[in-house]
């Protein structure tokens, strides 16, 4: 009984998580107000499920039948999901007024997708990461579009819906090829025999079938059409958590998965596979940004191209790599979500003001606004002194440490081409007249929502050594 | 290596020519004297009435949603009490307490379908 409750102590932030969406479906039932104490609620769940995460980084513990695993990365990306949600949900509360319809549910739906991503972050076993994902996934389905009266969002859910349905058909097929190879659905089990099998065509073929869905997931090239259309027509705030979270936990679950890969002690044999689709991705993602006028689609384009940089990190297939994808992950996850945070501000009704043109001549009338987004392109750019920077330095190090040299100049070229259309809105903002009569009453707390996730761009910009000893410490 | 098939095959053959020649036979050895109720769609005895092209009523895909809900309870409950005693002795109140969790859950999406509305016919 004892180990029982240590093993529930290790699981509080799933476990809070999970209470909290049965309550919020009790204050959305029963109260008048909920509109008021849902979002509060909400963002109280995930900074404490986070802040759990981040007092027991150290209880590392496998549980539940060799089901979940708590602590190291698992808790890692526990924080990730969880302070990432919560500044969506801050982002929200004035967001998703204006952008139509209010439903409780828009909460609800946020924290059931949270507990999808932490069980796949989580997981040993091949069922624990299918459970996770579908639970994530048909959150997002629904929240894709949640307003049923824009056709824009209709077809976005949809589209999301049949592409990721068929995405998972692929991992679930996969995972059948896996289990009848090696006769087990446990990671550790798959994880040990890896390099005995590696031989055997079979299970070749079921993880090259598990990585093509998860690379669906991620938005890696030849997997990404649903990608603009997606983030374009559902709700910002919401394509700002497709982008970090929901990326993220894809990438959970290959590093969980396929972990005894990019330890060193096998050689990486999916290597050639990680990085060709890591070069179309990232070039694919950076050119075809250029032409975008809509922002959306704009940071649409830049999401594919961060998913080739992140993969670089896997392709690396070193300790070193996957503690970079990481940080990468998580340095992305709070710039991107300050980016589609300023654009959710900046957003009228009926998705106006989503041209670059309502950019121009921005810092003239909402300085704050111009500055702070600024910062967030630089970063995303991979400008030194910001967050982003470092995710793509330690990532083209590992390449460079496994004798991918090629693949690292590639990166650093395809970053050059981005920095165009990165700085393209800087130049808009500060150098040229306004076009539009541009008029938006900032919201306080998106706005505060934007000015925390700057701030923590810049603190993981400044102090990026510590979070990246910490994350190779949990990695080996 | 195929040859340990051949029962399969000619099972599927067997099948396939026995389907084949009961649908002709009758057609072809079978005596036919029409009438107008013979000719007609058949609907359980009931006068055809309408085209069958209807458009059915959403409400029905809301049913059968909460049946499956309560389907997918009632698989569970029931292995968990078949083997009650004999988890009960391995592992003490948890197993009851586990499946009341379960049912709480169930039962709170349940309230809420209610509290939406969902039970409301028109």
Redesign the interface.
Known sequence: ?LN?FQEFYNIIPILLIGAGF?IS??I???FKKSDVILPWFTILIFLAAGFHALYAVNSVSVIFQNMLATGGIVNIFYIIFTFGAAIVALLSIDYIKKYGTYFGEYYILLQTSILGMMLMAGAKDLFMIFLGLELMSVSFYSLAGLNRKRLKANEASLKYFLLGAFATGFIVYGIALIYGTVHSTSIDMIASRFYELSSDKLFIAGILLFLIGFSFKIAAFPFHMWVPDVYEGSPTTIAGLFSTGGKAAAFSAIIVTLGVLFTGRIGNILMPYLAVISVLSMFYGSIVAISQDNIKRMLAYSSISHAGYLLIGLAAGNSFGVAGVIFYLASYTFMNLGAFGIVALIEGKDESNLTLKSFSGLASRYPLLAALFSIIMFSLAGIPPFAGFFGKYYVFIAAIKSNLTWLAILGVLSSVISVYFYLRIVVLMYFKDAETDLKIDVSKTGLAAVIISVLLVIIIGIAPGTIIDLIAFFFK | MLVQYIPVFLVIAVAIVFAVATVFSSEIFGPKRPTQAKLSTYESGMKPVGTTHERMSVKYYLVAMFFIIFDLEVIFIYPWAVQFKKLYIENGISVFVSMVIFLVVLELGYLYAYKKGGFKWD
């Open positions: 009984m029982n049965l479906l009790l959305e039932m029963y």
